[in-house]
Antibody, heavy 117, light 113 residues
Framework: EVQLVESGGTLVQPGGSLRLSCTASGFTFNYHLMHWVRQAPGKGLEYVSSISGNGVNTYYANSVKGRFTISRDNSRNTLYLQMGSLRTEDTAVYYC??????????WGQGTRVTVSS | QSVLTQPPSVSGAPGQRITISCTGSGSNIGAGYDVHWYQQVPGTAPKLLIYANTNRPSGVPDRFSGSKSGTSASLAITGLQAEDEADYYCQSYDNSLSGLNWVFGGGTKLTVL
């Protein structure tokens, strides 16, 4: 059974940093491009970042470029999102999602990040 | 402002048919990129509903169908049921100056009357 479990979300002050993790199981992790998608309170889904299966290629939304870094450890079946220079508008539930040929067939349950003083 | 445009809300009575539109442009849907649809019950993670414009994953009822034409796509739900009440999102790729990235519609809240 495919499972994606996010962790690391918490309350952090503006300007602070945070690292999110997504632990995968039930599939060959390094075969799949992975995404981070977020959802601000009461808002829609927003693409954040993606990383290729081998970790070489990374992609970012303009809203997080230069502040967030996506990475993965295929030996640990874990996806990461290092978030820096956090702003109040980064407050959201962050989901990791597995890509399958252009769409996401599995999503985690999400981890909540709150940026507030 | 989302790259893909969806109506904020739609409603229908049980048993009726509704459609949700997803309008893009020449850098995304119109460029030939596939459209995918997700269903999200509030408080839960999104769930894949339709992939590659018209295909249903295993377990999704055939009451749900998708189509794509030009720069737009549509999700249709027939025989509306109370359990269909949720938010629906379209997703595609967009190839702009900032690169090739996923893009979502703003979401449509479906209310079953």
């Amino acid at each position: 059974e495919v499972q994606l479990v996010e962790s690391g979300g918490t309350l952090v002050q503006p300007g602070g940093s945070l690292r999110l993790s997504c632990t995968a199981s039930g599939f060959t992790f390094n075969y799949h491009l992975m995404h981070w998608v977020r959802q601000a309170p009461g808002k829609g889904l927003e693409y954040v970042s993606s990383i290729s299966g081998n970790g070489v290629n990374t992609y970012y939304a303009n809203s997080v470029k230069g502040r967030f870094t996506i990475s993965r450890d295929n030996s640990r079946n874990t996806l990461y999102l290092q978030m820096g220079s956090l702003r109040t508008e980064d407050t959201a539930v962050y989901y990791c999602a597995r890509q399958s040929s252009g769409w996401s067939d599995y999503w985690g349950q999400g981890t909540r990040v709150t940026v507030s003083s | 402002q989302s790259v893909l445009t969806q109506p904020p809300s739609v409603s229908g009575a049980p048993g009726q048919r509704i459609t949700i539109s997803c309008t893009g442009s020449g850098s995304n849907i119109g460029a030939g990129y596939d459209v995918h649809w997700y269903q999200q019950v509030p408080g839960t993670a999104p769930k894949l509903l339709i992939y590659a414009n018209t295909n249903r994953p295993s377990g999704v009822p055939d009451r749900f169908s998708g189509s794509k034409s030009g720069t737009s796509a549509s999700l249709a739900i027939t025989g509306l049921q109370a359990e269909d009440e949720a938010d629906y999102y379209c997703q595609s790729y967009d190839n702009s100056l900032s690169g090739l990235n996923w893009v979502f519609g703003g979401g449509t809240k479906l209310t079953v009357l």
